[in-house]
Every structure is written in structure tokens, then in C-alpha cells.
């Protein structure tokens, strides 16, 4: 093990100077306070020249049969009760897309954070208003359902997976960035596996990076693959400026539809929690950093990190517990151990094969329920 530790702390000094240039990270993609409209435009682009026109169908295709699924979505919020000139309100507008005929539309958490009025409008058409069947900060995943008969004329989205995506497909993106309705954009899937920080401050794991141009505006709005099918929802950008660079994120849709389903059903999510920090890579598994005081990564006996290290002014715990296995699942990195985690409920039991110096230990560990925000 201690030629892991050599490693590891290689590579964490290697991480914080790369950090330096990596500026402006996880930027939601929402609409701000601004919703100003500065022309319609029904959905032009230009098709790049990797994009396939054999073994999947064109832009053009893909865009005519999903536009008429994504919606705007315009949620209204009080920003302060001034006693003088009563409440002031502030709008914020974003994306979404109808999953069902019985008129429940997907979007970020973010777009409707705090709304007070939802309401959705498809492309030409007045405003709908839709209420908040539920939403998962955590995931920043919310799902609205449209009121009145309007039902029977939805066209939902047909829902992928995004199990089967890799790094150089062709995808493709609608919404409405900075008001612009029905937009598209193209592009590839630029990386996997990709880390992002939710609105409460938990991580969402296994996100899509993509090179499609996606804007403010853009949340909430689907990442479609090459044969039309939903593989992520638009969520956030990595960006100096606050503009496209090129750099996008999506939330992966098998996350989505295991959100979505317990909104439908429960109008809320549970999430399992283990209770602990990762954050310097090693030869094989995932070292604690951290254990937090009372989580079930404590109750048994996981250990963090003994030896302190600052490096530019930031504090890491080095040799703690490595995770190498998790109910039988060989353990490389922290977003393998994560993925095992989501996959469970709370109250379930977590086999997990600790390394701790020359001992190998086989620990069980009883879940709990996320808390609302990060603690400890």
C-alpha cells in the first residue's frame, strides 16, 4: 500500500496545478432573472460534418419529431415583500420535455427552485400552467404536470439509455436558450463519468459532458442521441464567461427516469448515504478522506485520513480506510463506490472489503438517508 500513497500524493499535486486554469466550473444553465425574448426562431442549424447520415437519422429528422415535446418552462418566485410596493417578483425561464400522455414534463430543479407559479408553453401557444408534482435537489431533477385537456395532444419523448452511451456519439440538444424558442445545436458526447455539484450541494455522478452548444436557458431541456431518443437532461456548463465554450453537462436519463418514477409516484426521493469524503486517487479503490461524525460510514467503524497535507492552502487527510469492494463489485475509483450507493435505498446493508495498512477487513454497513444538504 504505500507505494499507493507515494501515487497519491503525486497525483493530488498534479490535480491542484491543473486546478489553477479549470475556472467557472458548474455554472446551472437557467434563465436568470432576464425574460427577454429577442426574436423567434423555429430551431435552425447547420449539421456538422461528423454528424452520421447513415446508421442514425439527420438533425433535421431528429429535431422534427422531438420539437414538439420540449416546452418552456417559466417559473415566477418573490424575491422580496418591499411593505411599501408589496411583493416583487422575478422570472426565470427554462426547458423541459413531456415523458407521458397524462402531461408530466421533466425538467431541472434549478428552473423551478422556489416558484410560487409554474407555467409551460409549447411553440406558438399560450402559456400553460403546470404544477410541481416534485423535485430532487440532489439529483436536480424536478417533474411538472400540465393542467387542463391538453393531455391528448402531448407527443412524449422517447427515453434512451444512457447505460449504452460512449465517448464520440453524435447527440443533439433542443431548448430555449436566453428565451430563443425551440432551439437546436449538435454535437458529440465529449467525455463520461463526469462529476457535477447539485443545487444542495451533493455530487451527481455519471454525467454526460458534451461539446453541443447549450446556453442559459438550456435547463432542462433534453440530450437526444442519434436515432431521437433521450439520453440527458441539460443541466450545466463549464464556462469563464458564462457562455457556451463548448463544455456542457447532462444529466445521465437512467438517473432520471428512477428520479422521475418516485416523483410520480411518491412526490419525493430518497437517496442512500454513506457518509463519507473521497478525494485523493490511489493505485486501486477509493480512500476515505473523511468520515462524518454520525453517518452510517462511522457507526461502523470506517476510519478517514490520519496524516494532514496542505498544498496551496487547502487542507487533505491522507491514509485512511481504501474501499476495494463493494457487495462483491470490485472498487478502482470513488465513482464506482458512488454508483453502488445510488443504486441502494435506505436501510439497505453494504457489504464493503476494507484495506486498512496490512489488515483486510470485511465491514457491513447499514445506509441511511441523505441528509438535505452535505454536513459534517
Known sequence: ???????????????????????????????????????EVQGGTTEPASFPTSGGKKISQIYSAAKHGVV???????????????????????SGFVIDKDGHVVTNYHVVQGAKKVQVS???????????????????????????TWSRSLTPLMLGSSGAVQVGDAVVAIGNPFGLERTVTAGIVS????????????????VIQTD???????????????????????AQIESESGG???????????????????????????????????????????????????????????KGGTTQVVLAGTTYWLGGDVITKADGQTVETSDQLASVVTSKQPGDSLELEVHRGQETLNVTVELGRQPSTPVG
Open 212 to 234: 453541443a452548444a447549450i446556453n442559459h436557458g438550456n435547463s432542462g431541456g433534453p440530450l437526444l442521441n442519434a436515432n431521437g431518443d433521450v439520453i440527458g437532461v441539460n
Open 244 to 302: 457556451n465554450v463548448g463544455i456542457g453537462f447532462a444529466i445521465p436519463i437512467d438517473t432520471v427516469k428512477n428520479v422521475a418514477g418516485q416523483l410520480i409516484k411518491e412526490g419525493k426521493v430518497e437517496h442512500a448515504y454513506l457518509g463519507k469524503n473521497f478525494r485523493v486517487p490511489v493505485d486501486k479503490g477509493a480512500l476515505i478522506q473523511r468520515v462524518r461524525g454520525g453517518s452510517p460510514a462511522a457507526d461502523a467503524g470506517l
Open 191 to 206: 467525455a463520461l463519468q463526469r462529476q457535477i455539484t447539485a443545487p444542495n450541494g451533493f455530487q451527481i455522478d455519471e
Open 122 to 148: 409549447f411553440s406558438d401557444s399560450e402559456q400553460i400552467n403546470a404544477t410541481v408534482v416534485g423535485t430532487d435537489p440532489s439529483t436536480d431533477i424536478a417533474v411538472l404536470k400540465i393542467q387542463g
Open 72 to 94: 418552456q418552462v417559466t417559473s415566477t418566485s418573490v424575491v422580496s415583500d418591499n411593505p411599501f410596493l408589496g411583493p416583487q417578483e422575478q422570472q426565470a425561464q427554462g
Open 1 to 39: 500500500m504505500q507505494s499507493g500513497w507515494a501515487k497519491a500524493g503525486a497525483l493530488l499535486a498534479a490535480a491542484l496545478l491543473g486546478g489553477v486554469v479549470a475556472v467557472g466550473i458548474g455554472q446551472a444553465i437557467d434563465g436568470g432573472s432576464s425574460t427577454t425574448v429577442i426574436r
